[in-house]
């Protein structure tokens, strides 16, 4: 510890002789009287951080020797100056003691160890435990090892096969040799595994392998059944699959976890920061909406209590009253569904495509389309997904559809009287434009040469 603080109001030092004897005096009485006007330093003697004292590496205990009245027992910092001015309580040294304490103190108070805290946060108590809980894992380990050592003896001498030295070795370096990637490894172990099981129910196949079967089975259905019927390989059956392939329960009308979903991800799109422009890209959260009819066999049930088409109130009492007034005396039998329109959802810049709602239908009306389209325009727009046209193909039922719309431009109509746009319901402030299925127009132009045999001139 250096003296020059406490030399303030001091006289430069001379040679000691008989005639600097008093000014030697005055200087040690001087010191004497600066060194009284300090306080000794207390340490960190917060009672609440006593936990943390035995494993905090920046200080060290005392345990007052000298009887000093400011404390009975505290924790000092290895650089701690002893001495302070009567204004501070602790010196600049030990008050940097009180984040770590503090640290320390909390992770003691907790009830259960993080896996990952380091160890030099940890009290000697819970250090105690994590070496006890290590070495506990480390006995399992090596017993794991051991029963699964004498498992492995066991099964090569009851199922093992004996062969030649000569052949061992060619296996030995063909093993060595090859660059099998882990999905290859499973997928000739399951091979081998379903080929010695004697009920084809009882495999059970791994995850890896049904994500598999069911991307071939989703690609190409007559495909898979081919591969399974050859017996080359062994895959999973069709009905397997169904019940992955059909965890949620299918339901008619407007996906709404579909919906939940994509809105997240639209969501997460447009709150990132373009790297590029350093803005948020707004512009990812405008979609597309896709209409079209898909026939479908009627011996099929898309609901398990209901294989019938469901109608709307309205149009329900509008087909009683209509056959009613045709035949009085019949009975009304549910409309057996034929077709089922499917709404698609694609982002205009985002790259996310989904299939949103799906109807079943006998004989499609524009009424109905009017009726299903605003509903699922309307869940789009409610979770975040902006709507900026409807894109269908031009059967009449569409058309007619189109022209139930009011045009968003009275002020210039249209001379031919075409609806290509109206205000949005679900978002005033926008428009919502419609547009005919382009590739269907591409299609129907190459048709129409087709069929007008323009090849024969």
């Known amino acids: 510890m250096s003296i020059d603080p406490y030399l303030t109001e001091t006289l430069p030092p001379l040679p000691l002789d008989a005639s600097t004897v008093d000014y030697f005096v005055d200087r040690v009485v001087t010191i004497v009287n600066n060194v009284r006007k300090m306080e000794i330093c207390p340490g960190y003697d917060d009672e609440k951080y006593q936990v943390a004292w035995p494993v905090c590496p920046f200080g060290e205990k005392d345990t007052n020797p000298y009887r000093e009245c400011r404390y009975s027992e505290t924790f000092r910092s290895h650089t701690c100056l002893r001495l302070v001015g009567k204004k501070k309580w602790r010196c600049s040294e030990c008050a940097k003691l009180y984040k770590p304490l503090k ?56 199922e093992g096969i004996a062969v030649e030295q000569s052949m061992s070795d060619a296996l030995s370096e063909i093993l060595s040799d090859s660059k099998i990637t882990p999905a290859q490894s499973i997928f000739m172990q399951q091979q081998i595994k379903a080929s010695q099981v004697e009920k084809s129910s009882s495999m059970r196949w791994h995850p890896t392998m049904l994500r598999l079967a069911l991307a071939v089975h989703l690609t190409s259905p007559s495909a898979y059944e081919l591969l399974r019927d050859t017996g080359m390989v062994k895959l999973p059956s069709s009905r397997t699959l169904f019940e992955y392939s059909h965890a949620n329960r299918i339901k008619e009308g407007i996906d709404a976890v579909v919906i939940e979903k994509l809105s997240a991800r639209v969501t997460k799109l447009t709150e990132e920061i373009n790297p590029t422009t350093k803005v948020q890209d707004k512009h990812k959260k405008y979609h597309i909406l896709m209409a079209d009819e898909m026939y479908i066999s009627q011996n099929l049930i898309f609901q398990k209590t209901s294989g019938f088409t469901s109608l709307d109130d309205i149009d329900s009492e509008i087909r009683n009253l209509e056959a009613h007034l ?78 139930k719309h009011k045009p968003c ?25 419609f547009i005919s299925d382009v590739p269907h127009l591409l299609k129907t132009i190459r048709n129409c040469f087709l069929n007008s045999r323009w090849d024969k001139f």
């Not at 070496?131 to 498992?151: F, G, P, T, W």
């Not at 325009?377 to 894109?391: D, K, M, N, T, Y």
């Not at 193909?393 to 569409?398: A, H, M, P, V």
Request: proline residues 2%; positive net charge; aromatic residues 6%.
């Open 103 to 158: 640290r320390r103190t909390a992770a003691a108070a907790m009830e259960t160890r993080k896996s990952k805290t380091a160890n030099k946060y940890l009290t000697e108590s819970k250090m105690l435990i994590k070496l006890q809980e290590q070495r506990q894992e480390l006995d399992k380990a090596r017993k794991k090892i051991v029963r699964l050592h004498s498992k492995m003896e066991v099964m090569i001498k009851k």
């Open 409 to 433: 431009n009275d002020t210039h109509p249209n001379e031919n009287g075409v609806v290509y746009c109206t205000l949005n319901k679900c978002a005033r402030e926008r428009k919502l434009f």
């Open 326 to 403: 045709d035949n009085p005396e019949k009975e009304l039998d549910p409309v057996m569904a034929s077709k089922i329109m499917v709404y698609m959802v694609k982002g205009v810049s985002n790259g996310q495509k989904e299939v949103v709602a799906t109807y079943a239908s006998a004989n499609l009306s524009a009424t109905q389309m009017y009726s299903w389209t605003w509903k699922v325009i309307g869940a789009l727009e409610r979770s975040g997904i902006a709507v900026a046209a409807f894109v269908c193909d031009g059967s009449s039922t569409n058309r007619a559809f189109i022209k």
